[in-house]
C-alpha cells in the first residue's frame, strides 16, 4: 500500500515509520497517489492568528468575537474542548468558559494571512475555489507532471510551508469529489489529512448522520427525521422519486450524496448569491429610531458591495432576532432588481412595519439576493412614487462625491441616529 511522510514528504510503501526519517507521521491508503479533489481548512483561523502574533496567549483558551453581547465568530481548540462552537451566543460561550480570553476580531490580519496562504495554494493548481478567509477547494487534476509529484504530496507540502513560513496549521481532505473531500478535512483536526477513496464511499458513509451533508441545517435534519431518516443508510433506502416528492430538490440532491455522488466542478469563479449586513446590539432594543438608523446604515453597506461588484438584487430581505433568539426573516421581490440603498431601506423598512412583533431585538440585519449585473438595474420608474427618480440622481451623486472625497463627505440626517 503507498504511503506518504507528511514530515519528510518521503513517498514509501505502508510501514510504522518512515524509512528516511523516522517519523510516526505516515499517511497510507490504496487510492492516495490517485485522488485530485482536495479541501484545505485552517485549523481555528482567527485565533491561530491570534496566537501567533501574541505569544503570551499560547496555552490559553481564546475566543474572537465581538464582546459579552455578540456571538463567538470562533475559538481555540482548548476552547472548544469545553464546548465554545462558532455563532454561539458570548454569555453562553463565557458560562461554558469562564476563564477565556476574548479578542475582538482584526480583519486586516486575517486577510493578510489568507492572502499569503491563497497564493502558496495558487502555485499547486489554477483551479482553486476559495469559500472563506480560511478554507478553499482545490482541483489537483493533471498536476503531476507539472509538479513531479501526486497531488497528495504536494497537499503535504502545502501544509508544512505554511507551518514554517506563516506559523498556521490546516487539515487536508482528500478525495474524488468536493463533498468527501470536504468532510474528509474534518475528520482528523487539527493539522490533519484524510483520505476518502472511490472504493470505500457507500461504506464509509452508510452509518453516518445526515447532519453531515453540507447545507442540511437543523431545521432540514428535523424534517428528515420526521421521514425517519438519520444516516446515509436510512437515505439508501429510498427512491430517489420518493425523496424528490417528499422533499423537493433537496430530494434529488440527497439521493446522489448518499451514495457519494457529486459532479459540481471546483470553480474558481463561483457566482454571489447575495449581499447582506447584519449587527447584534450591545442592548436589546425596540426603539424605532434607533432600528431605522441601523437599517439606513446597512441599507448602505449591502448598496456600496452591490456598486463595487457591478450586481443588483431583486429580492430583498429583513432579518430581525429577538431577545430570546427567535430568528424572524422578512422577503419581499421587486419588479426590477436593484443597487439603491434609497430602494433597499424603503423596502425592507417596509416589511419591518409590517411585522406584528413588538420586540425587543437583538440583532438587525437586510440584504439583497436573486442577483443581476447592475447595469441593468433602476431603469423602471415608480408611478407610485413620483420622486424616487429624484431620489436616485441625488443618490448617484451622491456616490462620486464620497468617491471623491471619502465616505464620510456626506451623509444622511437618518443615518446620524
Same mark, same amino acid.
Given at each position: 500500500?503507498?504511503?506518504?511522510?507528511?514530515?519528510?514528504?518521503?513517498?514509501?510503501?505502508?510501514?510504522?515509520?518512515?524509512?528516511?526519517?523516522?517519523?510516526?507521521?505516515?499517511?497510507?491508503?490504496?487510492?492516495?497517489?490517485?485522488?485530485?479533489?482536495?479541501?484545505?481548512?485552517?485549523?481555528?483561523?482567527?485565533?491561530?492568528?491570534?496566537?501567533?502574533?501574541?505569544?503570551?496567549?499560547?496555552?490559553?483558551?481564546?475566543?474572537?468575537?465581538?464582546?459579552?453581547?455578540?456571538?463567538?465568530?470562533?475559538?481555540?481548540?482548548?476552547?472548544?474542548?469545553?464546548?465554545?462552537?462558532?455563532?454561539?451566543?458570548?454569555?453562553?460561550?463565557?458560562?461554558?468558559?469562564?476563564?477565556?480570553?476574548?479578542?475582538?476580531?482584526?480583519?486586516?490580519?486575517?486577510?493578510?494571512?489568507?492572502?499569503?496562504?491563497?497564493?502558496?495554494?495558487?502555485?499547486?493548481?489554477?483551479?482553486?475555489?476559495?469559500?472563506?478567509?480560511?478554507?478553499?477547494?482545490?482541483?489537483?487534476?493533471?498536476?503531476?507532471?507539472?509538479?513531479?509529484?501526486?497531488?497528495?504530496?504536494?497537499?503535504?507540502?502545502?501544509?508544512?510551508?505554511?507551518?514554517?513560513?506563516?506559523?498556521?496549521?490546516?487539515?487536508?481532505?482528500?478525495?474524488?469529489?468536493?463533498?468527501?473531500?470536504?468532510?474528509?478535512?474534518?475528520?482528523?483536526?487539527?493539522?490533519?489529512?484524510?483520505?476518502?477513496?472511490?472504493?470505500?464511499?457507500?461504506?464509509?458513509?452508510?452509518?453516518?448522520?445526515?447532519?453531515?451533508?453540507?447545507?442540511?441545517?437543523?431545521?432540514?435534519?428535523?424534517?428528515?427525521?420526521?421521514?425517519?431518516?438519520?444516516?446515509?443508510?436510512?437515505?439508501?433506502?429510498?427512491?430517489?422519486?420518493?425523496?424528490?416528492?417528499?422533499?423537493?430538490?433537496?430530494?434529488?440532491?440527497?439521493?446522489?450524496?448518499?451514495?457519494?455522488?457529486?459532479?459540481?466542478?471546483?470553480?474558481?469563479?463561483?457566482?454571489?448569491?447575495?449581499?447582506?449586513?447584519?449587527?447584534?446590539?450591545?442592548?436589546?432594543?425596540?426603539?424605532?429610531?434607533?432600528?431605522?438608523?441601523?437599517?439606513?446604515?446597512?441599507?448602505?453597506?449591502?448598496?456600496?458591495?452591490?456598486?463595487?461588484?457591478?450586481?443588483?438584487?431583486?429580492?430583498?430581505?429583513?432579518?430581525?432576532?429577538? &431577545?430570546?433568539? !427567535? *430568528? %424572524?426573516?422578512?422577503? +419581499? @421581490?421587486?419588479?426590477?432588481?436593484?443597487?439603491? =440603498? #434609497?430602494?433597499?431601506?424603503?423596502?425592507?423598512?417596509?416589511?419591518?412595519?409590517?411585522?406584528?412583533?413588538? &420586540?425587543?431585538? !437583538? *440583532? %438587525?440585519?437586510?440584504? +439583497? @439576493?436573486?442577483?443581476?449585473?447592475?447595469?441593468? =438595474? #433602476?431603469?423602471?420608474?415608480?408611478?407610485?412614487?413620483?420622486?424616487?427618480?429624484?431620489?436616485?440622481?441625488?443618490?448617484?451623486?451622491?456616490? %462620486?462625491?464620497?468617491?471623491?472625497?471619502?465616505?464620510?463627505?456626506?451623509?444622511?440626517?437618518?443615518?446620524?441616529?
Amino acid at each position: 500500500m503507498p504511503a506518504l511522510c507528511r514530515d519528510c514528504l518521503s513517498e514509501t510503501p505502508a510501514a510504522r515509520r518512515c524509512p528516511a526519517c523516522g517519523s510516526p507521521r505516515l499517511l497510507d491508503h490504496p487510492e492516495l497517489f490517485d485522488l485530485t479533489i482536495a479541501h484545505m481548512d485552517c485549523d481555528a483561523f482567527y485565533a491561530s492568528v491570534e496566537k501567533r502574533d501574541n505569544p503570551e496567549l499560547e496555552g490559553k483558551p481564546l475566543i474572537i468575537g465581538g464582546g459579552r453581547r455578540g456571538v463567538v465568530a470562533t475559538a481555540c481548540y482548548i476552547a472548544r474542548i469545553r464546548g465554545v462552537r462558532s455563532a454561539m451566543p458570548m454569555f453562553q460561550a463565557l458560562k461554558l468558559c469562564p476563564e477565556a480570553v476574548i479578542i475582538k476580531p482584526r480583519m486586516e490580519a486575517y486577510v493578510e494571512a489568507s492572502r499569503a496562504i491563497r497564493a502558496m495554494m495558487e502555485e499547486l493548481t489554477p483551479a482553486l475555489q476559495p469559500l472563506s478567509l480560511d478554507e478553499a477547494f482545490l482541483d489537483m487534476t493533471g498536476t503531476t507532471r507539472l509538479h513531479g509529484h501526486p497531488p497528495a504530496v504536494m497537499l503535504a507540502r502545502l501544509v508544512r510551508r505554511m507551518k514554517r513560513e506563516l506559523g498556521l496549521t490546516g487539515s487536508i481532505g482528500l478525495s474524488h469529489n468536493k463533498f468527501l473531500a470536504k468532510l474528509a478535512s474534518d475528520l482528523d483536526k487539527p493539522h490533519g489529512f484524510s483520505v476518502i477513496g472511490k472504493a470505500e464511499t457507500v461504506d464509509f458513509l452508510r452509518e453516518r448522520p445526515v447532519g453531515l451533508i453540507w447545507g442540511v441545517g437543523a431545521s432540514t435534519q428535523r424534517a428528515l427525521e420526521r421521514a425517519g431518516i438519520r444516516t446515509f443508510a436510512d437515505l439508501l433506502r429510498w427512491e430517489k422519486i420518493d425523496l424528490i416528492a417528499r422533499f423537493g430538490g433537496m430530494g434529488e440532491r440527497l439521493w446522489h450524496l448518499a451514495r457519494g455522488q457529486d459532479h459540481r466542478r471546483v470553480s474558481a469563479h463561483e457566482p454571489i448569491k447575495s449581499i447582506s449586513n447584519e449587527t447584534t446590539f450591545h442592548d436589546d432594543t425596540s426603539d424605532p429610531e434607533i432600528l431605522d438608523g441601523h437599517l439606513w446604515r446597512m441599507a448602505e453597506k449591502v448598496a456600496d458591495r452591490a456598486k463595487a461588484k457591478g450586481l443588483a438584487g431583486r429580492i430583498v430581505t429583513l432579518k430581525l432576532k429577538r &431577545g430570546d433568539f !427567535r *430568528l %424572524l426573516t422578512r422577503r +419581499i @421581490s421587486l419588479h426590477d432588481p436593484t443597487q439603491l =440603498a #434609497d430602494r433597499i431601506y424603503r423596502s425592507a423598512r417596509a416589511l419591518f412595519d409590517q411585522l406584528e412583533d413588538p &420586540g425587543p431585538y !437583538r *440583532l %438587525l440585519g437586510c440584504g +439583497i @439576493s436573486d442577483l443581476s449585473a447592475g447595469d441593468g =438595474a #433602476d431603469l423602471v420608474g415608480d408611478l407610485l412614487d413620483p420622486e424616487a427618480v429624484q431620489r436616485s440622481r441625488a443618490e448617484r451623486a451622491t456616490d %462620486l462625491i464620497r468617491a471623491r472625497f471619502g465616505s464620510d463627505a456626506i451623509r444622511k440626517g437618518r443615518a446620524l441616529r
